[in-house]
DNA sequence: CTGTCAATACCGACCAGTCGGTATGTTGAA
DNA sequence: TTCAACATACCGACTGGTCGGTATTGACAG
């Protein structure tokens, strides 16, 4: 359904999106017009708009991709019910391996973030809000319980753990030395050193 | 010198500039068109092309603005010749309370760094490399004369310093219950932390 | 102090081209 | 015939940038 018989395999649908993300991620929202997005993904712009009701529905669907996979996953390791320690470190290296996935949807999404809030982004930005309200509150409960320690407040702690995940697209490369799930255990390393009680 | 008896008391080109560095860093540069900054500034546009070749121009300057401040302020710390411990807490918190003095400026630049390379930006890039190969470079050192801990690599303790600064205007606030000096001081002590050789 | 003359600073109308979006047409399957 | 799935042609608004013109200033001559 929805397939004609030349196109390569992929839906339409998908491969405008895959499109967008591609052009999106080089040159930005703003920067990359219609045209652009249409003739990359071989379909022309009554195609798109049949499945698409604005440009920005493009960048909502990527958000949406982004942020629904990390809560889900975020969901999980909250039900575990662990240790801080464990918890903590298993939302980094989720963030993470989990970002570094989708490198071109986080590089177009992040670069738009504080423009978005056109009410079609108000749940997804709540849901995001919640995410890192999980992280901060966590820390700040281990830190009162004196399993880690008040060196730095939650918000400092995670806005590290969160920068470095929001810029993660202009620096790390799927084809590097490092693989993702490296950079992730180092990362979770580091932070948790730092979170460390003095023994 | 440059300077009609009915304007504000600031020059035409810096209310230009202010102008379009609260409009790049509400909306991003693309999304703002030079009309609006002429509006802002309460000129035309024969008065911007009059001090500016080009809109590009307006984000080369704040670019520059922002690292050139950085860099000179880099290099008297290096020049004190300290330890890697104090070397890297100055460096910090210099790069917090610096970033956070201008968070408009480095608001509008961070988002568009991606696709700015056109030449006019290459000097300008390649001190940004070199200031971050002097961190990384200090923390290598460091961590192989056995003074830092090898918790994590060089590069992915600078990319958490860069990531916080970077995202640095979207959670500071100026008016907010924590000074930037707080918050500097705080990263240091986090990431001073995590490269403590257990002793 | 006054008159002259460039140079600088700035204005506002105006391009040619591009933008996101739409109205209408075509095609094949059911 | 009917409907979804696209293609094509096109629109009005707006874009970055240009250009001819003018008001203001400073330097210098007399």
Redesign the pocket.
């Known amino acids: ?2 397939r ?1 018989k030349t ?1 390569g395999g992929a839906g ?1 649908r998908e491969r405008i999106l895959a499109a967008a993300c591609e052009l999106f991620a080089e040159q930005g929202y703003d920067a ?5 997005v ?1 003739d990359r993904a ?6 798109l ?2 499945y698409f009701g ?3 529905d493009l960048l909502v669907e990527m958000y949406r991709a982004i942020f629904s996979e990390r809560l889900t996953a975020l969901d999980a390791i909250l039900a575990e019910g662990r240790d801080p320690e464990w918890t903590l470190r298993a939302i980094i290296e989720d963030i993470v391996v989990g970002t570094a996935a989708m490198r071109q949807e986080s590089a177009a999404v992040s670069r738009e973030l504080a423009t978005m809030d056109s009410g079609r982004t108000q749940r997804l930005q709540a849901d995001w809000r919640r995410y890192q309200e999980a992280v901060r509150g966590l820390i700040r409960q281990a830190q009162q319980d004196g399993v880690f320690s008040p060196v730095a407040s939650p918000e400092v702690v995670s806005w590290s753990i969160f920068g470095v995940t929001n810029s993660l697209h202009t620096w790390f490369r799927p084809d590097g030395p490092k693989p993702a799930e490296t950079i992730a255990r180092e990362l979770a390393d580091f932070v948790l050193a730092g979170l460390k009680t003095p023994s």
Chains 1, 2 share one sequence.
């Open positions: 359904m929805g004609s196109d339409v990359t017009s219609v045209q652009q249409v071989g379909v022309t712009k009554g195609g708009y049949h604005a440009k920005e």
